[in-house]
């Protein structure tokens, strides 16, 4: 009779703990969905959208202005290869 007291009294144990964790769950669940939390998540995700928009755009930017030196890095040296041959070619008579 004890034994049958004692997983009576496990199972009741384990069913209110398992309702409150079930209930507890649940409200969370719902606050997480409610307008406020909503509008809260749609903000927190709009800024970090923005955040990320404008560090790409920082990104390009600074490849772009990189190509830019590149490239006129080499136009200069091309530049001076030429006057350096043509010079050569006047200097021999050519």
Same mark, same amino acid.
């Given at each position: 009779m004890f034994t049958?007291?004692?997983w009576f009294g496990a199972g009741l144990t384990v069913?209110?703990?398992g309702a409150v964790a079930g209930i507890?769950?649940?409200r969370s669940t719902a606050? +997480?969905?409610l307008p406020e939390a909503l509008?809260?998540?749609a903000l927190e995700a709009a800024r970090r959208a923005g955040d990320e928009a404008r560090s790409l755009g920082d990104e390009s930017l600074a490849w772009v202005d990189e190509r830019r030196r590149v490239v006129g890095e080499r136009r200069r040296? +091309?530049?001076e290869?030429?006057?350096l041959l043509w010079s050569e070619l006047r200097?021999?008579?050519l």
């Open positions: 049958r007291t004692v069913g209110a703990v507890v769950r649940l606050r +997480r969905y509008q809260e998540r040296t +091309r530049s290869v030429e006057a200097g021999a008579g």
